[in-house]
């Protein structure tokens, strides 16, 4: 085993998110008004900083005026203000639209791509004295001699299929700090690690998920309507299914088009990317499209648990921030300001801590506290019972969110309780095959053509970043019960059940397709599944989702 070097920080961050670069940041404002020095680094495992960043996205700015007031002068690439909102509820041919919830107003907010606002905050850590390393995925965590987390190890480059040191093999980098953030986004590698080693889901509702699929569209201009935010409910999911759509018109011609499915859904035959596809086809949906070309795709999980699935944030050594502890607002569909302030009150709980002695590597136990006063708990509180309310179909839950908004106001004496997603799944045998059109090249698309628009990359002979705990269980639980479904809820083609010899199936893992929306992390019925990260800087590359 080659030894592995060292180094010395006094902050790690685990993912460069809104919420890690803004945590960089606010840490490093702190050291300078105190005039402090403070070492700051953060870890990214894309191959640049915005590489694996997907969301919508309907931006608030709200943490961003707090963190960075002058943002405009300085270029933040904010460029389309949200200035026309809808609500529709679809039919097979036809929509409908609905009165607009208070929370779904977006007078105020914009119409951005989160990786490249994540590219500009990145820049400005960099000018603040931070350490921003992508292509450096966290893969190990590290604790000292009492328990307590004592910083993280990049991985190895260069391993064999087999695991072992190829020729070209550099062994992982070891960094060290007084405490550690883990900002890894949803349903992160390392995060999962921490909830079990601590313990930290304790007393807590599980998280409960949604899988994003989204398509960038360069439109007609006839058809373009910059700041224009169009969300659906409805077709072409079932009145069961927990879901919706999305356009939101951005500059330049560019249309995000996406759709979004709660991955508590029962049905194993469904599939989540033949929903989207199936979406666009809707007339309100071509009709903005139709003459078009897509320029971009991706998919990514989003927390949907809310305030009654957040862990414990602390433990010796480090914290949990932005969408790593889950503080995406569903009935605002957004969470990249809260992400920031998350980050923010994090890096003051740290900057806080001795800086000696016992507190070297001690537990920022008040973070929770200081977040509990901040808007970031407040607002989720209001909203924790919306999406636990779709239990009861689109109309049950869309009369409980009127119930719940507009007489309860967010202050019912009840808190709504979630189930783990991957429990949900019926088995094939009650359950309806779905029968999906084939894709026609111009609105609709099939799955490989969609990831070569990813731009995804993994370099071969490296270990299967898709790890199976038990072999045997896809054959004698997922295909045997449930059909396969991972080739479904799969976005990217990853996984296939191909013949063996005239023997019978055997699952197939196309890794190389890996999009890193962590979904079968999620859904697989028997949690066999282990998502890990790869090597350095591979999985999409994404330009500005």
């Keep these: 085993m080659s030894e592995r070097e060292s180094m010395e920080f006094d902050v790690v961050i685990v993912g460069a998110g809104p919420a890690g670069l803004a945590a960089a940041i606010r840490l490093r404002q702190l050291a300078a008004a105190a005039g402090r020095e403070l070492s700051v680094c953060v870890l990214e495992k894309g191959s640049e900083v915005g590489a694996h960043i997907l969301s919508g996205a309907v931006f608030d700015p ?58 500009w ?23 000292d001699d009492q328990g307590a987390v004592m910083g ?52 807590v509702d599980p998280q409960t998920y949604g899988l994003g699929i989204k398509e960038l569209w360069e439109v007609d201009p006839a058809r373009h309507r910059p700041g224009t935010v169009r969300h659906t409910i409805g077709w072409p999911l079932d009145h069961g299914t927990y879901g919706g759509g999305f356009l939101y018109h951005l500059e330049d011609h560019q249309v995000a088009v996406g759709f979004i499915v709660g991955l508590d859904y029962r049905n194993p035959y469904l599939s989540p990317f033949e929903e ?11 009709e903005v499209l139709e003459g078009g070309r897509r320029i971009a795709f991706g998919a990514r999980a989003l927390v949907e648990g809310g305030w009654q699935s957040i862990p414990r944030l602390s433990f010796p050594g480090g914290l949990l921030a932005g969408d790593a502890a889950g503080f995406l607002d569903v009935p605002r569909i957004k969470g990249s300001h809260n992400a920031m302030k998350s ?22 136990v008040d973070y929770r506290q200081r977040l509990d006063q901040t808007w970031v708990m407040q607002e989720l509180h209001a909203a924790r019972n919306i999406r636990p309310g779709f239990r009861w179909g689109l109309w049950g839950g869309l009369a409980h969110a009127a119930l719940e908004t507009y007489v309860l106001k967010g202050r019912a004496p009840w808190t709504l309780h979630h189930h783990p997603d991957h429990a949900a799944l019926q088995p094939a045998a009650s359950s309806t095959p779905v029968e999906y059109p084939k894709p ?54 990853v996984y296939e059940y191909v013949q063996k010899n005239g023997s019978g199936a055997r699952l197939q893992i196309n890794a190389q397709n890996c999009v ?24 999409p590359n994404y330009p500005a989702m």
């Design 62 to 119: 709200r943490a961003l005026n707090e963190l960075i007031p002058d943002w405009q002068a300085r270029g933040a690439p904010l460029h389309t203000p949200a200035t026309e909102d809808a609500f529709l509820w679809l039919g097979r041919e036809r929509s409908v639209k609905l009165p607009l919830p208070p929370q779904m107003h977006n007078q105020g907010n914009y119409i951005i791509s989160l990786g490249n606002l994540c590219r």
């Design 121 to 143: 905050l990145a820049q400005q850590a960099e000018d603040l004295g931070v350490e921003v390393l992508p292509g450096f995925p966290a893969a190990q965590i590290l604790f």
């Design 152 to 203: 993280v190890a990049t991985a190895d480059m260069g391993r064999l299929a087999d695991g072992s040191e190829g020729p070209q093999f550099e062994p992982g980098v070891e960094l060290h700090a007084r405490q550690t953030l883990f900002t890894e986004g949803c349903h992160g590698s390392l995060t999962k690690q921490l909830m079990a080693h601590f313990d930290l889901r304790d007393g």
């Design 276 to 286: 989207m596809q199936r979406f666009k086809t809707h007339p309100a949906i071509r």
């Design 343 to 364: 980050g923010m009150t994090a890096a003051e709980a740290v900057f806080d801590l001795p800086a000696d002695g016992a507190g070297r590597r001690g537990e920022a």
């Design 440 to 493: 026609d090249g111009t609105l609709t698309f099939d799955r490989l053509s969609s990831v070569f628009l990813s731009n995804t990359h993994h370099e071969e002979g490296q270990p299967v970043h898709l790890q199976l705990r038990d072999p045997a269980l896809p054959l004698s639980l997922n295909h045997a019960r449930f059909a396969g479904p991972e080739t479904r809820y799969c976005p990217a083609g």
């Design 516 to 539: 890193h929306c962590k979904t079968c992390d999620i859904k697989d019925p028997g949690q066999n599944i282990n998502w890990v990260a790869p090597q350095g800087g591979d999985g």
